[in-house]
């Protein structure tokens, strides 16, 4: 039995201590979701003091889990998570805006609470707004694992880095990569497989812009890939399925592949 290497796992378990889970912390975000979009829940809060008690608690929790993380020694947890709560107000309205995009976009949407109840895509949407509100309070790991779980989940794969504008819908959405450096603009619309990504991958590129910008008003097709920091989708585009893009396009421009299809008849009968 190799006595150094278990002493090694050892003494990493007592470094790591009572790190709280994933899966605690992806059901914080679970219920600050349900908080802010009871039709999530089979549960209902009956006054507005329970509400309040329930933000007050779900605060609480967000800093039981920073102090358990460990991941930042020298972070004001305490202000971190009343600053994340203090932005809920705003995080709702921009996921509003994404409900309405959806609604006004997809003619199976039926209502806005089949929308919240049922859709993936919004689901992710949701786990994406609230990881990248953490990230810009410099809360770290965190984020991360909250899109990840999003993408476990769904299928879609939003990293918390990437700048993403008011009223995105994206339908269906499975296999959708939207990569770190992405800045993506308003009313942007996404179908499944689409990946906004690098154009090359190395380490020291950790700190450049790396992905794609997609201005306001631009529909973008399934399977199309878009990559590279420098390339730009101007306002009003329309992207084509299985489109391969490394370069910028002015805006109003629509980018398709010149398929030849060719249809055969045959006799079913003699």
């Given at each position: 039995?190799?006595?150094?290497?278990?002493?090694?796992?050892?003494?990493?378990?007592?470094?790591?201590?009572?790190?709280?889970?994933?899966?605690?912390?992806?059901?914080?975000?679970?219920?600050?979701?349900?908080?802010?979009?009871?039709?999530?829940?089979?549960?209902?809060?009956?006054?507005?003091?329970?509400?309040?008690?329930?933000?007050?608690?779900l605060q609480l929790q967000?800093?039981?889990?920073?102090?358990?993380?460990?991941?930042?020694?020298?972070?004001?947890?305490?202000?971190?998570?009343?600053?994340?709560?203090?932005?809920?107000?705003?995080?709702?309205?921009?996921?509003?805006?994404?409900?309405?995009?959806?609604?006004?976009?997809?003619?199976?949407?039926?209502?806005?609470?089949?929308?919240?109840?049922?859709?993936p895509g919004f689901y992710?949407?949701?786990?994406?707004?609230?990881?990248?509100?953490?990230?810009?309070?410099?809360?770290?790991?965190?984020?991360?694992?909250?899109?990840?779980?999003?993408?476990?989940?769904?299928?879609?794969?939003?990293?918390?880095?990437?700048?993403?504008?008011?009223?995105?819908?994206?339908?269906?959405?499975?296999?959708?990569?939207?990569?770190?450096?992405?800045?993506?603009?308003?009313?942007?619309?996404?179908?499944?497989?689409?990946?906004?990504?690098?154009?090359?991958?190395?380490?020291?590129?950790?700190?450049?812009?790396?992905?794609?910008?997609?201005?306001?008003?631009?529909?973008?097709?399934?399977?199309?890939?878009?990559?590279?920091?420098?390339?730009?989708?101007?306002?009003?585009?329309?992207?084509?399925?299985?489109?391969?893009?490394?370069?910028?396009?002015?805006?109003?421009?629509?980018?398709?592949?010149?398929?030849?299809?060719?249809?055969?008849?045959?006799?079913?009968?003699?």
């Amino acid at each position: 039995m190799n006595k150094a290497f278990y002493q090694h796992i050892f003494d990493k378990q007592q470094q790591a201590g009572s790190v709280p889970s994933n899966d605690v912390i992806s059901r914080w975000a679970i219920r600050v979701i349900k908080l802010i979009f009871p039709e999530q829940s089979s549960e209902k809060l009956d006054s507005v003091n329970k509400i309040e008690r329930e933000s007050l608690n779900l605060q609480l929790q967000l800093v039981a889990i920073l102090n358990g993380t460990r991941a930042c020694s020298d972070c004001n947890n305490e202000f971190m998570a009343a600053e994340f709560f203090n932005s809920l107000p705003e995080i709702y309205r921009v996921l509003n805006t994404d409900i309405d995009s959806i609604s006004e976009g997809d003619p199976a949407a039926k209502n806005r609470f089949e929308i919240i109840r049922a859709y993936p895509g919004f689901y992710a949407i949701c786990f994406y707004r609230i990881a990248h509100a953490l990230l810009k309070l410099d809360v770290p790991l965190i984020p991360r694992i909250l899109t990840e779980y999003a993408h476990s989940q769904t299928g879609i794969d939003i990293h918390p880095g990437a700048v993403i504008g008011e009223y995105l819908y994206i339908d269906h959405g499975t296999g959708i990569v939207i990569g770190e450096t992405t800045e993506v603009g308003n009313h942007v619309k996404l179908y499944q497989g689409v990946t906004l990504g690098a154009l090359s991958v190395d380490k020291n590129m950790a700190s450049i812009k790396r992905h794609p910008t997609v201005e306001d008003h631009v529909v973008i097709y399934s399977g199309a890939t878009i990559l590279g920091g420098d390339t730009v989708i101007g306002s009003h585009s329309i992207i084509g399925g299985n489109v391969w893009l490394t370069k910028s396009i002015p805006a109003g421009s629509t980018v398709y592949h010149e398929a030849s299809l060719r249809v055969v008849e045959r006799k079913l009968f003699q």
